[in-house]
């Protein structure tokens, strides 16, 4: 039986549907604590997943100036400051910094970011 009720807690997660129990008391503002609260489920169809996906970007920018994995580092910290940055992937071997942004990121920006880092962004690759 406890298998089934693992499988069961795992679906309802995977669906959305979660159940929370508060141990609190009455809070004084008319709220009842302490009773099953159903959240309502969270389902993005196939079509928001893909137009989620298409509002971002990928783009690999040549970088002159990496020795070392601090160097990939310094540049990684100051291109996540841009607006609009997701991820950021610096590889001084290949002397690359990979980025995954959303559409309307300024790339402009990014490449100052690189610049303030100390080195020179070469271009898009």
């Known amino acids: 039986m406890k298998g089934?009720?693992?499988l069961i807690i795992a679906t309802l997660a995977v669906a959305g549907i979660i159940?929370?129990?508060s141990d609190a008391f009455a809070c004084g503002?008319?709220?009842t604590h302490g009773q099953e609260v159903k959240s309502a489920p969270t389902f993005m169809s196939p079509v928001m997943l893909m137009s989620a996906e298409s509002e971002t970007i990928e783009?690999?920018?040549?970088v002159d100036g990496m020795t070392c994995g601090s160097c990939a580092k310094s540049i990684e910290r100051s291109v996540k400051k841009v607006n609009g940055i997701i991820e950021v992937k610096a590889d001084y071997k290949a002397g690359t910094c990979k980025i995954k942004a959303k559409k309307d990121v300024n790339m402009e920006e990014v490449f100052k970011a690189i610049e303030k880092a100390g080195f020179k962004p070469v271009g898009e690759i």
Do not use: L, N, Q
């Open 19 to 21: 159940v929370a129990k």
């Open 29 to 31: 503002e008319g709220k």
């Open 59 to 62: 783009k690999t920018i040549k």
């Open 4 to 6: 089934k009720s693992v």
